[in-house]
């Protein structure tokens, strides 16, 4: 069993940054993969980034290439989001998800993972 905790979160302006985290407990986290979603007001949740459990190799949605980078320290049990030249329709509630071993284009995908954050809100005001 793994638990996920998002942190990180908060209003900003556009333009703005933030670093969001995913902080995890239970078991051997670095054998994990880890993506984040969004979920806006009235909208589906969306793949956003991942990063392999290897940490060998990241993912990200095209909306945000550029702008948003993850990575993870395994000796802090922790993956982050780091959010750049953030807009308001980046506004939404961010999760961190887990698969063992996980790699590859599928971690694109919701049903890939097998355990989730709760969600930490961002807001980008404009």
């Known amino acids: 069993q793994v638990q996920l905790v998002e942190s990180g979160g908060g209003l900003v302006q556009a333009g703005d940054s933030l670093r969001l985290s995913c902080a995890a407990s239970g078991r051997t986290f670095s054998s994990y993969a880890v993506g984040w979603f969004r979920q806006a007001p009235g909208k589906e949740r969306d793949f956003q980034a991942a990063i392999s459990w290897t940490g060998g190799s990241t993912y990200y949605a095209d909306s945000v290439k550029g702008r948003f980078t993850v990575s993870r320290d395994n000796a802090k049990n922790t993956v982050y989001l780091q959010m750049n030249s953030l807009k308001p329709e980046d506004t939404a509630v961010y999760y961190c998800?887990?698969?063992?071993?996980?790699?590859?284009?599928?971690?694109?995908?919701?049903?890939?993972?097998?355990?989730w954050g709760q969600g930490t809100q961002v807001t980008v005001s404009s």
């Open positions: 998800a887990a698969v063992n071993m996980g790699a590859g284009l599928g971690l694109g995908r919701e049903f890939a993972y097998d355990y």
